[in-house]
């Protein structure tokens, strides 16, 4: 994660005069049982996408809030980087997709009963959407449905 300081000026100027939205309070679901009876998946929002997947659109004003879905048994090597921001250094997830992506490490979570199972499926976000009325409005609402059907306990939020 950069510091504000090594950010350009055109990114420092934005950082300073978005309106950052506060959720209070923060929506909170304790477990219904124990993480090692329970199906994880993972929702991140570091853009990646399937070799054959398009890529998320980079022009939409305000951020491409649609989402891509990862079959649980994907190679997190082949997994593309997206991600428009250029706010930060993606040699990390180029090297290792798990740094944003962590199937890897969920897999052996499960492997070892820390989880109960690995969900089918995994969604991957775009991050950096400015304007999150979309997203909120009419995709949230879509993810979460597909978790819910995948019959998901604990989703693995995992911010880029």
């Known amino acids: 994660m950069a ?3 090594e950010l350009p000026l055109h990114h420092r100027a934005f950082l300073k005069a978005y309106r950052w939205r506060r959720i209070d309070p923060v929506p909170w679901t304790p477990p219904a049982k124990p993480l ?35 079959p649980a048994d994907t190679p997190a090597g082949i997994l593309e980087d997206h991600h428009r921001s250029s706010s930060y250094d993606h040699a990390g997830i180029h090297q290792d997709p798990n740094v ?8 052996e979570l499960a492997a070892a009963g820390r989880i109960g199972e690995v969900a089918p499926r995994h969604l991957s976000f775009m991050g950096s959407v400015t304007a ?3 997203l909120v409005r009419d995709v ?6 597909a978790l ?7 989703a693995l939020l995992v911010p880029v």
Not at 55 to 70: A, P
Not at 100 to 107: G, K
């Open 36 to 70: 090692a009876e329970c199906r994880l998946a993972l929702v991140s929002s570091a853009g990646l996408t399937l070799p054959d997947d398009h890529g998320f659109d980079s022009k939409i004003r305000g951020g491409d809030s649609s989402f891509r879905v990862v």
């Open 140 to 145: 949230a609402p879509e993810a979460a449905e």
């Open 148 to 154: 819910v059907s995948d019959q998901v306990d604990v």
């Open 100 to 107: 944003a992506f962590p199937v890897d490490r969920v897999r």
């Open 3 to 5: 510091r504000l300081d």
């Open 132 to 134: 999150p009325g979309r």
